[in-house]
């Protein structure tokens, strides 16, 4: 029998995001600093990206989004939707970024603007995209701040970023990932600046929005123990190189390698320290 893949109801066909032989090297300092890596993430699901610090991780991420630093050279493929994004005009990435594609990252103290109400600052992010005026956006703004449920939203939105905690910091810069609603959410590292207790709630919350949106989801750490409770399936890297992949299951079950089983022998599972809500909880 022929197997075809069926499109998708707005006529897309096969992966969101397929990553095939990607590898950044920077000539002039005769340095590779990922090689060969491969993936694809379908609607709805994760791939968690796992590996010690400096294992490629971010340049993986970097590479997807089009914003590789200066001197680096980038070989493979990213399609998104079948389209290719590598070597994409600039003008078309910006296009991508923050609306269809969104990124989370670690700190989110230095990625919000001391200056202004964080409020502003989501609803920036959604008319930089879909336009519209200030006083929609508000609304908007307030809308996605009572859907990472940061309590007294309507009143919250007039606030500053240094009058939030780091776990409400981070749900904000969820809110301004998610505000136009994306269909494929990049986040490195996003819980790796919080204590456990507030990491467990915000991967709670980053599970539930994704149920709830579909949204296909790249999760980096190098936390394998985070990983276990949100990836469907997982890559290590390690030097830059894929070290094991697989599903989830396998890779928690049965690591081949030894260094993925020295990852995990170096990480408590989170629900080992918290009490997990049900979602959350690991199967091993
Ligand atoms: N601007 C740069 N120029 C050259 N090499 C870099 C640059 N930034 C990072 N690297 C190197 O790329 C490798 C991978 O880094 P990175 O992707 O940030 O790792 P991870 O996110 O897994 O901690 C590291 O060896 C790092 O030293
Ligand atoms: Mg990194």
């Given amino acids: ?41 379908e609607k709805g699901k994760t791939i968690g990206l796992v590996g010690e610090s400096g294992s490629g991780k971010s340049m993986t991420s970097l ?42 990252f670690q700190d989110p103290l230095s990625s919000l603007n001391p200056y202004f109400t964080v409020g502003f600052q989501i609803a920036e992010a959604y008319r930089t995209h879909r336009g519209g005026s200030r006083r929609q956006a508000r609304g908007v703004a307030v809308e996605a701040m009572r859907q990472v449920r940061i309590p007294d939203a309507e009143r919250r939105v007039d606030h500053y970023p240094h009058q939030f905690s780091g776990g409400m910091r981070q749900r904000v810069m969820i809110a301004m990932a998610l505000v136009c609603q994306p269909d494929l959410i990049i986040a490195d590292e996003p819980t790796t600046a919080l204590d456990v207790t507030v990491q467990a709630q915000i991967l709670t919350l980053m599970s539930d929005l994704q149920d709830s949106t579909g949204a296909g989801m790249l999760f980096i750490t190098h936390d394998l123990a985070v990983v276990s409770d949100v990836a469907d399936s997982i890559v290590v890297m390690q030097r830059g190189k894929t070290v094991e992949q697989g599903t989830a299951e396998a890779i928690f079950s049965w690591p081949e390698s030894d260094y993925t089983r020295a990852l995990l022998a170096a990480t408590p599972r989170l629900d080992d320290i918290v009490d997990l809500p049900e979602p959350l909880r690991g199967t091993r």
């Fill in 63 to 104: 590479a997807i989004m089009g914003l590789l630093p200066e001197g680096a050279a980038v070989e493979g493929s990213v399609s998104y939707w079948g389209e290719q994004l590598l070597g994409n005009p600039d003008s078309a990435m910006r296009r991508l970024r923050g609306d269809r594609i969104a990124m989370i």
């Fill in 1 to 41: 029998m022929k197997l075809t893949t069926a499109p998708e109801p707005d006529g897309r066909i096969g992966a969101m995001l397929s990553v095939e032989g990607l590898t950044v090297t920077f000539p002039a300092l005769g340095s590779r600093v990922i090689d060969d890596i491969n993936f694809t993430i």
